[in-house]
């Protein structure tokens, strides 16, 4: 089991920012690619973007879905061993519970990748108009 927990949602207006972040204890997150997910009411899951190991990925790689691009930057910060998602110019479109998920692969299997062993409970995210 790999105990994921995300944080950081909440309830902001149209072109807020939140930071998301992805914590596991006792499981050390730079070995594996972590994912963020999202999922909507009604609607399927959506890749939102992956970040690969830094240490063990031979191709260092950071993935987003076209419709984050440029609004979502995902980072590691090892010290703190936690993955955050940086989400800014919140759109209502962007309201889901997000999900952090891996399956412990050293490289990301694409943004578009919603099949994962492990995931963590969810963290909500509402952007009101």
């Known amino acids: 089991q790999v105990p994921l927990v995300e944080s950081g949602g909440g309830l902001v207006h149209t072109g807020g920012s939140l930071r998301l972040s992805c914590t596991a204890s006792?499981?050390?997150?730079?070995?594996?690619?972590i994912a963020w997910v999202r999922q909507a009411p009604g609607k399927e899951r959506e890749g939102v973007s992956c970040?690969?190991?830094?240490?063990?990925?031979?191709?260092?790689?950071?993935y987003y879905a076209d419709s984050v691009k440029g609004r979502f930057t995902i980072s590691r910060d090892n010290a703190k061993n936690t993955v955050y998602l940086q989400i800014n110019s919140l759109k209502p479109e962007d309201t889901a519970v997000y999900y952090c998920?891996?399956?412990?692969?050293?490289?990301?299997?694409?943004?578009?990748?919603?099949?994962?062993?492990?995931w963590g409970q969810g963290t909500q995210v509402t952007v009101s108009s």
């Open positions: 998920a891996t399956d412990t692969l050293s490289n990301c299997r694409g943004v578009t990748t919603t099949t994962y062993d492990y």
């Open positions: 006792g499981f050390t997150l730079d070995y594996y690619a």
């Open positions: 970040i690969s190991s830094s240490v063990m990925s031979s191709d260092y790689s950071i």
